[in-house]
């Protein structure tokens, strides 16, 4: 909504100058917030189809994913566009979908485990 309200359809900046500390540009932070999203969630999904295809629980599977989409949205609304770009949410965001994606490989490999040999 940044670009047609500002009419800037090219570049990730509503304004032509440098942004400032306590106020930076909301079009970057969409694009930041956007592209944060696509390096994360694509491999979330691919672990936790990973893990059905191995005969995950769904409803594990369910909670874990809404724990991901909450953690997502904390990175963004109270992290990325707080004071600073740098809110509470960002950290507990960001680490949190480390541990979603460890957490998810771990139960995945768990899963096989007897191909393994254990």
């Not at 191995?54 to 566009?81: D, P, Q, S, W």
């Not at 707080?82 to 541990?99: C, N, S």
């Amino acid at each position: 909504m940044d670009r047609l309200q500002n009419e800037k359809y090219v570049g990730d900046r509503t304004t032509e100058g440098p942004s400032s500390e306590d106020k930076p540009d909301p079009l970057q932070l969409d694009t930041r917030a956007h592209a944060n999203f696509l390096e994360y969630v694509p491999l979330a999904f691919t672990f936790t189809a990973i893990a059905e295809l191995n005969g995950a629980n769904r409803k594990a599977l369910n909670y874990a994913m809404a724990g991901l989409f909450v953690l997502r949205i904390l990175h963004v609304e109270l992290g990325l566009k707080g004071k600073g770009t740098m809110g509470l949410g960002r950290p507990v965001g960001f680490f949190g979908t480390q541990g979603f994606l460890a957490g998810m490989a771990a139960y995945g490999a768990y899963l096989i485990k007897g191909y393994w040999g254990f």
